[in-house]
């Protein structure tokens, strides 16, 4: 039996666009993966946060939304103070209210 604690998913809707927000939390950081249609792996990228400072990795490459991707996964790996590894895969480019509803959402589900 596979357990859902913790698991969380929530279907954003912004500009007539639906993202599908899952966040699996670890006691030492979160997975998040944003996707719009097709549940895939897309995207990569990894930020560790310590007092104070952030690193930040790209695992897989992105020809657009690198600074949104980099944005969200420092944000998050420094609110909780350890691992963020963000997923991003979308179908076309996010604009400036896209991306400024999806991180509120993130946050808002990062502060549960």
Request: proline share 2%; aromatic share 6%; hydrophobic share 40%.
């Amino acid at each position: 039996m596979i357990s859902q604690v913790g698991y969380r998913k929530k279907t954003v809707t912004v500009d007539h666009r639906e993202f599908l927000v899952q966040i699996v939390p670890f006691d030492n950081g979160n997975f998040i993966s944003v996707t719009e249609g097709a549940e895939k792996i897309g995207t990569l990228v990894v930020s560790i946060g310590s007092v104070g400072r952030t690193s930040t990795a790209t695992v897989i490459p992105s020809k657009s939304e690198t600074i949104f991707l980099k944005m969200v996964s420092e944000r998050v790996a420094s609110t909780i103070n350890g691992i963020c590894i963000f997923s991003l895969n979308i179908q076309k480019e996010l604009d400036l209210e896209s991306m400024k509803a999806l991180m509120n959402e993130i946050m808002e589900i990062i502060k549960q």
